[in-house]
Every structure is written in C-alpha cells, then in structure tokens.
C-alpha cells in the first residue's frame, strides 16, 4: 500500500506533468509535426532519390553495356579498315617494286637499249667504213675503165697519124727522119710506121646530108638546084589540046572509091527522113506485148471438117471450073445467073 | 625559047633567096653579127620566107629566127611583136619534120628568156601543137619539142601548171623512155622544171609514173643525163614527206651512193642535193640514210670537192644532225666534225658555205656525246665553236672515270688550260668544271708556265748540307 500512496500523491504532478507535457506537446505540436514532415519527407526524397539513383545507375548500366556493344562494333570496322588499309598499301608497295623493276627492264630492253645502240653506232662506223672502201673501189674500178679507154682512143689516134705519115717511113737507102744514122736503134715511132699499112687515098663522097635545122649542125646542106634545061632537039610533039587533055584527064574513080565513107549513114539517114515523112502509124512495134490475148487460129487450119487442101497439098488449081456448075439458075439469085460453090 | 627563059628568072629568084637566107643563118651563128644583123633590118626579110614555097626556105628561114631569138630578149620580142608565132604554131601543126624541129627551136629560144615571153609564146597556143609533137615518130622533133616545154615551165608556177594541163607530162614520161640519150636528158631536165615548183606539180608528175624510170636511169654511163635525173628527183622529193618517202620506195639507195663517186661533180652535187632533199623530212628518213651508209659516202663528198659544191653534202649533215640525239651520234661517229670545220675556216668560202657548216656543226655538237670525234675539234676550233665543244666534255667528263683518263692522255687537259677565257663566260664555267673533275696537282701541272715555275723552284732551291 505504501506504493500506491505513493502512487496517489504522485498523481497529480503526473497528472499536471500530463497537462504540462500535454500543453508542450501541444505547443510543440506544430513544429514537431512539421519537424516529422521534413524528416519524412527527406526520408521519402532519400528513398526516392535512392530509388532514382538505383535506377539511373540501372539506365547508366544498360546504356554503358549499349554503347559499349556499338564502340566495339565501330572499333572492329575501323580496326577491319585500318587493316585493310595497311595490308593494301602493303600491296601497294609490293606492286610498285614489281611494275618499278619491269618497267626499268623494259625500257632499258626495249625502248632504249644502251648497249645495242652502242653495238649500232660501233656497226655503222663498221657499215660506214665498208660504204667507204666499196665507194673507193667502185672510183677506181671507173677510173681504170676510163684510163683505158683513154689509151685505146690515143692509141688509135697515134695509128691513123702513123698511117696518114706512112711515108716518113726510111728505106733501105735513105734513112727516114726517126731512123737516124747517128742513133744505135730507130725510135719507136719509126717501128710504129713499119708496122702500120699505108693509108689509101679515097676520095670523100659528097654525102647528100639531108636537112637538118638543129641548133647543132653549123654548116648547113647545099640546096639542091633545079635540074638544068635539056639541050638536045626534042621529038615531034602532040597537039597542046592532046596533052591537056591527057594531063588533065578527069578523075575516074571506082565506086568503091567513090562512096563516101559515110554513105551507110547518109542512106539510113535518107530513109529515115523518108519514114518521117511518108509513114502515117506512129505505134511502135512492140514485141510480145500480146501475150495475154490468147491465140485465135484460122477456121482454116483448126475446123473439123478439114480445110481445102489448096495450099499445101496442091498450089495450082488444075480444073478451075471443078465448081462451076452448067446449070441454070434464076437471075435474081445474083451472080449472073451461075451456080458457084 | 621565052618559056625556058620565064622558068630561069623565077630559077634565079629561088636561088637568091636560099642563098640569103642560109647565109643570114649561118651569120646568126655568131654573136658578133647578130647587131648588125638587127640593124639592117633582118625580122621584116626573114618573116615573109618563113611562108615562102620552098620548104628548105621556111626551114632555113626558121632556124636564122631561131638563132636570133636565141641571142638576147631583145630580138625575142620583136620576134613576138612581129606577129611570127602564130604561123609558127600554125604551121607546127602541118609541116614535116625538119620544118617542126625549126619552130620549136625558135619557140624555145622565146620561151628562153623571161616569163613574159614564155606567156606570150602560151597565149599563141603553141603548147597543144608542142604536146602533139611529142607524139611524133621522128626523135629530134620530141627533142626539140621537149626542150621548148621545158623552158616554158622553168619560169613560173602557172606556166608549169599550163605545161601540165595540155597533157604533156605522160608524153615526156614517154620520151624518157626512149633510146636515144639526149632525148632522155632533155625529158628529164622538163620534168624537173615542172616539178620544182609545187607539191601538185611533183604530184602530177610521180602520179605519171615519172619516178621508176627516172630511177633506173640511175646507173646511166652519160653524166649529163644522171645531172638531169638526180635533179629531176631531188625537185620532186624536197616538197612533201609523202613525195620523199615515195622517191625512197623506188630503191635508189645505195645505188646512189656509187654516183656520189662519179668523175663529173654536177652529178656529184646533184646526188648531195637529193640526199638532203630526202634527210630534211623525217628522223625515219634521216634513219634510212644513215643505215645505209650515207653518211660516210657524203663525207668523203665534202672532204674532196671544193668550194661552192660541196654545199648540199654540208646541208645534208646538218639536216641529219638536228633531227635527233641518236642521228647526232650517228653522224659523228663517221669522223664528219673535223671535216665540217675545215669547211667552215677556208678562207676562200663563201658566206653561205660558212654559215650553213657553222649551223650544222652547231647541231650536231649540241647532241654529240661521242668524246673520241670532239677532240680532234678541241685542237683547231675558233672560240665560238670551242664553247660548245669544250661544253659537251663538260657534261660527260663528270661521269666517265675512263673518258676522265683518255681525255688527259690525248693532251686534251692541256689544251683546256691553254683556252683563255672571259671570267663569268659559258666557256669559263665548262673549264671550271672540267678541272673539277681532277685532282689539283694534275690540273696544275698542265697549267702553261708550270714548267717554268718548277725551273724557278729548282733554281732557289738550295741544297741542304
């Protein structure tokens, strides 16, 4: 019992410290209220931006995993160009050192080949050389020819002087001029007269050169004269009008002669005029421009019933009045008065 | 009886005039008459014979006006003026063949002198009634015919073209082909009249056939004719590469080259002529020459001939040189340069001589790489030509060690060092170069007055005890 005296006298200051609590709490309320409101409002902003947070890291997660999937793609294709790159200029590289080789050997080979143009150039000199001596051969070969041809001409020059001067020739009594006494041998020209015939005289023919107005020739050819008059007595002559008449005969040329060279045309002309001018049909033949009328022969040939046979089998009536008849028949039946079949 | 006596005054008249007439020919023969003949009056007397009755008159009287026309131009054109070609033509047509010779003779002697007389004698119709000439039988009237045309065609282009347009040019083509040697000369000095004019021309001509019997008369004895067939192919081959190229088809090379040996030099400088003709066009064509030889042959031509004939055999190298590199070498090597200056410092050349071999030495040296062939220049060029000579060793000597020692053992170093030079001139810097490329003692040693410096040393030299 002692405690709940206690108790009871402790009531009223609970009580009073209710009330009094009460009346802090009471005064306190507002501000505990809104204290407990931004406390859980933090605690709410907290868990929301937790929440959000979470879930941006979530969104940064996916996206970083996303673009990380796309870089790499990116990266491989680049990495595939680059490599693609590198080994093509790699390539490249090796192509130019091929086609750097072949055309330095082809060019050197080909277009301008050193060391053949060297064995060209040292080849012409050869090549020059041997034009050269063919040249200086061919010279001289001419100019031997001409030599003796030179020496034929003078040798006979020196014959014909030697045979014209036969006479300078010494005898056996009288030494001639190049068969001196005083001299051991005659000269050559001496042996040359010996060995020569003499030249005989001819006399020149006058040479009836005909005429030639060239500027060359500088004399010019006599004319010649007219024939002299005759002198001996002439015979006993015919009538002048005889002569005349026999010199100048007329022409009398054959026919064939006579007809002019064009007398074909001349005639086909003649008759040409002449159609001209008589003929009245101005249709032309034409050949074959009847084909599509057909044939129509004579009664003649094509009847049954034959044909006379005057014409083929026999030309010449024999009995020209086989079809007349002596009978009489009436006048006005026409024909006189005959019966013709 | 009086009709004997008739009959011997009109003897005695015909007997006159012949005398007078041949002998005023045979005076016509000599230069010294012919003033005086022109004084006394001798056209108006010899016209009316030329219609005289007797045909050895006209023939005669023709030949006397054919011998003065022939004198000078003067006498020529009284000719003209007297009215005489038309019946000369006229009676070309008609006459026989002695009468014929004597006309064209005298058209010829017209024709001879300068265009205008030429035009005159074409305006008479004198070149259809030469044309029908050539197709006579009888030698000496084509001759004479043929000579008249070509004189005709000589002077100008539209003459030339009046020649070919009466048809004469297959006719001479003909001629050339007969026998008789003067024949031939004369149709092929007319077709080389015709053809040095214009390319139509040469056309017409090479499109006659003229080319493949001109070249078989290449290796004709007579030097007159080959005179007129070398001339006749090098006027048509100088106008066109087409014209060169078909001239070459006729394989005339190397037959040509023998004429170039020939004793007659016309016919030498006539092939030299041609030659060039054919080098001027085209490097292929320059080709063909060198291959064959030509070269040589054409350097031997210069190397004997003197004077102003040996000009187409130096155009002829000069055209080769220039066309390119490889033709420059080709030409050098055949030992031409050394030639080519002795051409070029005669004193007794002429200006063209002189220029012309400058200017082939000038191309071929600019293009000559060919060390052996300059040296001998080194020795004997005047300074012009020393520049460029002494400016190819400079190009090659850097580069060839071999050439470096050839070119100081054939004395070349010490001519260098003998040239002087104007500081700051091409030549000096060739010579820098050129001792560049030695070590200093050698170019030293063949400095001039080396020796002498060296004699100087010794002298002071005093011996050390």
Sequence with gaps: MAAMVRLLEETDPIVEEVYRRKNEAEEARQLEYLSTVKIQAWYRGEKTRAYMSHLNKCALIIQRHWRGYLGRGLTRILVKNSVMIMKINFYNKKATYIQKMWRGYYVRKYVFNYYSRKRYLEALQIKNEIVRSELEEYAEMQEQERRRKAEKVEKERREVLARRNHYLISTEVIPGVFNSPFLPYPTDTEYLLRSVKPLLHEKKKKTDKPFDPTCRSYDLPKPKLLPPLPTKPQGPFREPEDVQNQRYKPFQPSLRVATSFTSLEEARKQMKNEEWVTRLNDNVFEPFSRRDSRYEPLLHTRSEYGHLPYGFRYFREEFPDRRVTQQWFPASAGNGGRITT | ?465
């Design chain 2, 1 to 465: 009886m009086s009709q004997r006596q008739v009959l011997q005054v009109f003897e005695q008249y015909q007997k006159a005039r012949t005398g007078f007439v041949q002998t005023v020919a045979e005076l016509a023969s000599r230069p010294q008459n012919i003033e005086t003949l022109q004084n006394a009056g001798v056209m108006s007397l010899l016209r009316p014979l030329l219609l005289d009755i007797v045909p050895t008159i006209q023939q005669t009287a023709a030949l006397a006006l054919g011998r003065l026309a022939n004198y000078n131009d003067d006498l020529a054109e009284a000719v003209v003026k007297g009215d005489i070609l038309p019946q000369l033509v006229y009676s070309l047509a008609e006459q026989n063949r002695f009468y014929k010779k004597a006309a064209a003779f005298v058209l010829r002697a017209v024709a001879k002198h300068s265009p205008q007389l030429a035009q005159s004698v074409v305006d008479c119709g004198a070149l259809d009634a030469l044309v029908i000439c050539l197709e006579e039988f009888d030698p000496g009237v084509k001759e004479s015919a043929a000579w008249a045309l070509g004189y005709i065609a000589r002077h100008n282009a539209e003459l030339a073209q009046a020649v070919v347009d009466a048809g004469a040019v297959p006719l001479l083509v003909l001629c050339i082909q007969e026998p008789e040697l003067s024949l031939k000369r004369i149709a092929a000095s007319a077709l080389s009249d015709i053809c040095k004019h214009s390319p139509e021309l040469a056309q017409t001509v090479v499109d006659a056939g003229a080319i493949a019997h001109l070249a078989q008369m290449i290796l004709n004895p007579d030097a007159k004719l080959k005179r007129q067939v070398f001339s006749a192919l090098s006027q048509i081959s100088k106008h066109s590469v087409d014209l060169a190229e078909m001239v070459v088809e006729a394989e005339i090379f190397p037959a040509v080259l023998t004429c170039l040996k020939d004793p007659d030099e016309y016919v030498k400088k006539n092939v030299a002529t041609l030659i060039r003709e054919i080098a001027k066009h085209t490097p292929e064509l320059a080709q063909l020459i060198v291959n064959a030889g030509g070269v040589a042959a054409v350097v031997d031509y210069v190397g004997e001939s003197k004077g102003n004939i040996r000009l187409p055999g130096i155009m002829m190298l000069g055209y080769i040189g220039r066309h390119t590199p490889e033709h420059a070498k080709a030409v050098a090597v055949a030992n031409v340069l050394p030639k080519l200056l002795q051409c070029y410092l005669r004193a007794d050349a002429s200006e063209d001589l002189q220029t012309k071999s400058k200017k082939a030495l000038k191309n071929i040296l600019q293009k000559c790489v060919h060390l052996p062939a300059l040296e001998p220049l080194l020795h004997d060029a005047p300074p012009n030509i020393l520049k460029h000579v002494v400016g190819q060793f400079s190009k090659v000597l850097p580069h060839d060690s071999k050439a470096r020692r050839l070119f100081v053992t054939s004395a070349g170093l010490k001519k260098i060092q003998e040239i002087k030079a104007e500081p700051g001139s091409a030549l000096a810097e060739y010579i820098n170069t050129i001792n560049n490329c030695y070590p200093e003692e050698i170019v030293k040693y063949y400095s001039p007055g080396y020796s002498d410096t060296l004699l100087e040393r010794v002298e002071q030299y005093q011996p050390s005890k």
